[in-house]
Protein backbone atom coordinates (compact mmCIF):
# COMPACT_ATOMS: atom_id res chain seq x y z
CA UNK A 1 0.00 0.00 0.00
CA UNK A 2 1.62 3.48 -0.56
CA UNK A 3 2.15 5.52 1.78
CA UNK A 4 -0.07 8.62 2.64
CA UNK A 5 0.93 12.11 1.78
CA UNK A 6 2.19 14.12 5.02
CA UNK A 7 0.77 17.70 5.65
CA UNK A 8 1.57 20.05 8.47
CA UNK A 9 -1.13 22.17 9.59
CA UNK A 10 0.09 24.89 11.42
CA UNK A 11 -3.17 26.95 13.01
CA UNK A 12 -3.74 28.98 17.01
CA UNK A 13 -7.77 28.43 16.57
CA UNK A 14 -7.93 24.86 18.09
CA UNK A 15 -12.03 24.29 16.39
CA UNK A 16 -10.15 24.99 12.51
CA UNK A 17 -6.89 23.17 13.60
CA UNK A 18 -8.62 19.86 14.68
CA UNK A 19 -11.77 20.62 12.02
CA UNK A 20 -8.64 20.63 9.28
CA UNK A 21 -6.89 17.76 11.05
CA UNK A 22 -10.01 15.35 11.11
CA UNK A 23 -10.97 16.03 7.81
CA UNK A 24 -7.49 15.96 6.15
CA UNK A 25 -7.26 12.48 7.61
CA UNK A 26 -10.13 11.30 6.86
CA UNK A 27 -9.07 11.89 2.86
CA UNK A 28 -6.34 9.44 3.38
CA UNK A 29 -3.21 12.39 4.63
CA UNK A 30 -1.10 11.80 7.59
CA UNK A 31 -1.63 15.09 9.49
CA UNK A 32 0.69 16.53 11.89
CA UNK A 33 -1.03 20.06 13.72
CA UNK A 34 0.51 22.85 15.26
CA UNK A 35 -0.62 25.78 17.46
CA UNK A 36 1.88 28.13 17.25
CA UNK A 37 4.91 28.95 14.64
CA UNK A 38 7.72 28.10 16.75
CA UNK A 39 6.84 24.87 17.45
CA UNK A 40 6.10 23.96 13.52
CA UNK A 41 9.36 25.85 12.42
CA UNK A 42 11.03 23.27 14.41
CA UNK A 43 9.28 20.11 13.54
CA UNK A 44 9.73 21.47 9.46
CA UNK A 45 13.24 21.42 10.10
CA UNK A 46 13.74 17.80 11.10
CA UNK A 47 11.14 16.73 8.49
CA UNK A 48 10.07 18.29 5.63
CA UNK A 49 6.34 16.90 4.77
CA UNK A 50 4.80 16.78 1.42
CA UNK A 51 2.42 20.15 2.20
CA UNK A 52 2.40 22.57 4.46
CA UNK A 53 -0.97 24.42 5.52
CA UNK A 54 -0.47 27.74 7.40
CA UNK A 55 -2.65 30.32 9.22
CA UNK A 56 -1.30 34.01 8.67
CA UNK A 57 -1.55 34.94 12.10
CA UNK A 58 0.16 32.92 14.28
CA UNK A 59 1.54 33.47 17.84
CA UNK A 60 5.26 32.95 18.42
CA UNK A 61 6.23 33.47 14.51
CA UNK A 62 4.28 34.67 12.15
CA UNK A 63 2.76 32.49 9.17
CA UNK A 64 5.15 35.12 6.28
CA UNK A 65 7.93 34.53 8.60
CA UNK A 66 7.10 30.57 9.01
CA UNK A 67 6.57 30.55 5.03
CA UNK A 68 10.11 32.20 4.69
CA UNK A 69 12.08 29.80 7.06
CA UNK A 70 10.46 27.06 5.02
CA UNK A 71 11.50 28.47 1.33
CA UNK A 72 15.04 29.16 2.89
CA UNK A 73 15.75 25.16 3.02
CA UNK A 74 12.93 23.88 0.76
CA UNK A 75 10.31 23.41 -2.21
CA UNK A 76 7.83 21.94 -0.38
CA UNK A 77 4.61 23.13 -1.38
CA UNK A 78 3.06 25.95 1.08
CA UNK A 79 -0.93 26.60 1.20
CA UNK A 80 -1.83 29.84 3.19
CA UNK A 81 -4.86 30.80 5.30
CA UNK A 82 -6.18 34.18 4.74
CA UNK A 83 -8.85 36.26 5.60
CA UNK A 84 -11.66 36.32 3.13
CA UNK A 85 -11.81 39.52 0.73
CA UNK A 86 -8.30 40.79 2.20
CA UNK A 87 -6.12 40.82 -1.46
CA UNK A 88 -3.49 42.92 0.34
CA UNK A 89 -2.90 39.61 2.86
CA UNK A 90 -3.16 36.81 0.19
CA UNK A 91 -0.23 38.95 -2.07
CA UNK A 92 1.91 39.10 1.48
CA UNK A 93 1.49 35.79 1.96
CA UNK A 94 2.37 35.02 -1.60
CA UNK A 95 5.21 36.77 -1.68
CA UNK A 96 6.83 34.90 1.30
CA UNK A 97 6.94 31.69 -0.72
CA UNK A 98 3.32 30.35 -0.30
CA UNK A 99 2.20 28.21 -3.36
CA UNK A 100 -1.53 28.77 -3.00
CA UNK A 101 -4.34 30.26 -0.50
CA UNK A 102 -7.54 29.99 0.85
CA UNK A 103 -9.45 32.35 2.12
CA UNK A 104 -11.54 32.11 5.93
CA UNK A 105 -14.15 30.79 6.22
CA UNK A 106 -13.67 27.82 3.92
CA UNK A 107 -15.34 24.93 2.95
CA UNK A 108 -13.16 22.00 4.21
CA UNK A 109 -13.63 20.22 0.76
CA UNK A 110 -12.58 23.02 -0.85
CA UNK A 111 -9.29 22.81 1.27
CA UNK A 112 -9.08 19.22 0.24
CA UNK A 113 -8.97 19.79 -3.36
CA UNK A 114 -6.67 22.33 -3.65
CA UNK A 115 -4.63 19.72 -1.13
CA UNK A 116 -4.66 17.31 -3.67
CA UNK A 117 -3.89 19.65 -6.76
CA UNK A 118 -0.53 20.83 -5.01
CA UNK A 119 0.33 17.15 -3.85
CA UNK A 120 -0.71 15.98 -7.07
CA UNK A 121 1.13 18.48 -9.41
CA UNK A 122 4.85 18.45 -7.41
CA UNK A 123 4.73 14.24 -7.25
CA UNK A 124 3.63 14.31 -10.99
CA UNK A 125 5.74 12.71 -13.38
CA UNK A 126 7.35 13.86 -16.11
CA UNK A 127 6.17 13.87 -19.82
CA UNK A 128 9.16 14.52 -20.25
CA UNK A 129 13.00 13.82 -19.16
CA UNK A 130 14.38 16.71 -20.49
CA UNK A 131 14.39 19.82 -22.77
CA UNK A 132 16.02 22.66 -23.30
CA UNK A 133 14.85 26.37 -24.80
CA UNK A 134 16.92 28.66 -25.63
CA UNK A 135 18.56 30.02 -22.42
CA UNK A 136 16.92 28.14 -20.43
CA UNK A 137 17.18 23.78 -19.75
CA UNK A 138 14.44 22.14 -17.60
CA UNK A 139 14.93 19.00 -16.36
CA UNK A 140 11.52 17.49 -15.55
CA UNK A 141 12.37 14.43 -13.97
CA UNK A 142 14.24 16.16 -11.08
CA UNK A 143 11.87 19.20 -11.36
CA UNK A 144 15.16 21.46 -12.05
CA UNK A 145 15.70 24.11 -13.90
CA UNK A 146 18.81 26.30 -15.33
CA UNK A 147 19.08 29.74 -16.87
CA UNK A 148 22.05 30.79 -18.88
CA UNK A 149 23.67 27.03 -17.32
CA UNK A 150 22.92 27.75 -13.67
CA UNK A 151 20.31 26.41 -11.70
CA UNK A 152 18.14 28.30 -9.93
CA UNK A 153 15.79 27.63 -6.59
CA UNK A 154 12.34 27.53 -7.16
CA UNK A 155 9.44 26.43 -5.52
CA UNK A 156 6.91 24.44 -6.91
CA UNK A 157 4.61 26.67 -8.32
CA UNK A 158 7.58 28.63 -9.81
CA UNK A 159 8.47 25.55 -11.64
CA UNK A 160 5.31 24.97 -13.15
CA UNK A 161 5.06 28.89 -14.04
CA UNK A 162 8.46 28.56 -15.45
CA UNK A 163 7.69 25.45 -17.69
CA UNK A 164 4.24 26.73 -19.21
CA UNK A 165 6.32 30.08 -19.80
CA UNK A 166 9.10 28.19 -22.01
CA UNK A 167 6.26 25.75 -24.15
CA UNK A 168 4.46 28.68 -25.27
CA UNK A 169 7.63 31.69 -25.90
CA UNK A 170 6.38 34.62 -28.11
CA UNK A 171 3.18 34.38 -27.25
CA UNK A 172 0.71 37.09 -25.14
CA UNK A 173 -0.29 34.89 -22.04
CA UNK A 174 -4.06 36.64 -20.02
CA UNK A 175 -3.29 36.29 -16.28
CA UNK A 176 -6.41 34.27 -16.64
CA UNK A 177 -5.01 31.91 -18.98
CA UNK A 178 -1.93 31.67 -16.65
CA UNK A 179 -4.13 30.90 -13.57
CA UNK A 180 -6.17 27.89 -15.36
CA UNK A 181 -3.01 26.43 -16.46
CA UNK A 182 -0.91 26.63 -13.90
CA UNK A 183 -3.24 26.40 -11.05
CA UNK A 184 -6.12 24.87 -12.29
CA UNK A 185 -8.35 27.40 -11.58
CA UNK A 186 -11.38 28.57 -13.67
CA UNK A 187 -12.28 31.38 -11.06
CA UNK A 188 -9.69 32.86 -9.20
CA UNK A 189 -7.53 36.02 -7.99
CA UNK A 190 -5.05 37.36 -11.02
CA UNK A 191 -2.69 39.05 -8.40
CA UNK A 192 -1.40 35.61 -7.65
CA UNK A 193 -0.02 35.42 -11.01
CA UNK A 194 1.33 38.82 -10.98
CA UNK A 195 3.01 37.74 -7.72
CA UNK A 196 4.58 34.86 -8.66
CA UNK A 197 5.67 36.48 -11.96
CA UNK A 198 7.59 38.88 -9.72
CA UNK A 199 8.59 36.06 -7.63
CA UNK A 200 10.00 34.11 -10.70
CA UNK A 201 11.61 37.46 -12.35
CA UNK A 202 13.88 38.20 -9.57
CA UNK A 203 15.28 34.61 -9.95
CA UNK A 204 15.98 34.86 -14.16
CA UNK A 205 16.35 38.21 -14.67
CA UNK A 206 20.02 40.32 -14.94
CA UNK A 207 17.89 43.25 -13.90
CA UNK A 208 14.62 42.45 -12.74
CA UNK A 209 13.26 46.11 -12.98
CA UNK A 210 14.62 45.38 -16.81
CA UNK A 211 13.03 41.85 -17.62
CA UNK A 212 14.27 40.77 -21.27
CA UNK A 213 12.82 37.57 -20.69
CA UNK A 214 9.39 37.47 -18.67
CA UNK A 215 7.73 40.83 -20.02
CA UNK A 216 4.57 42.66 -18.95
CA UNK A 217 2.30 43.42 -22.29
CA UNK A 218 -0.21 46.05 -20.14
CA UNK A 219 -3.59 45.11 -20.49
CA UNK A 220 -2.93 41.96 -22.41
CA UNK A 221 -0.83 39.74 -19.81
CA UNK A 222 2.84 38.12 -19.90
CA UNK A 223 5.20 37.61 -22.81
CA UNK A 224 8.22 35.29 -22.54
CA UNK A 225 11.26 34.84 -24.34
CA UNK A 226 13.39 31.82 -24.18
CA UNK A 227 16.38 33.79 -25.28
CA UNK A 228 15.82 37.02 -24.11
CA UNK A 229 16.05 39.12 -27.38
CA UNK A 230 13.98 42.34 -27.16
CA UNK A 231 11.74 41.79 -30.37
Known amino acids: MENPNRVVVVEDDPTVRGAVHDYLGRHGYDVDAYGD ?28 ELCRDIRSRSDVPIMILTALGDVEQRIEGLESGADDYVSKPFALRELVLRADALVRRTKAAPAQAAFAAGDFEIDAARRRARVRGTEIALTGREYELLVFLVGNPDRTLPREEILREVWGWTVGDASTVTVHVRRLREKIEHDPREPRYLRTEWGAGYRFSVSGSAD
Open 37 to 64: GVSARDALRERTPDLVIVDRMLPGISGD
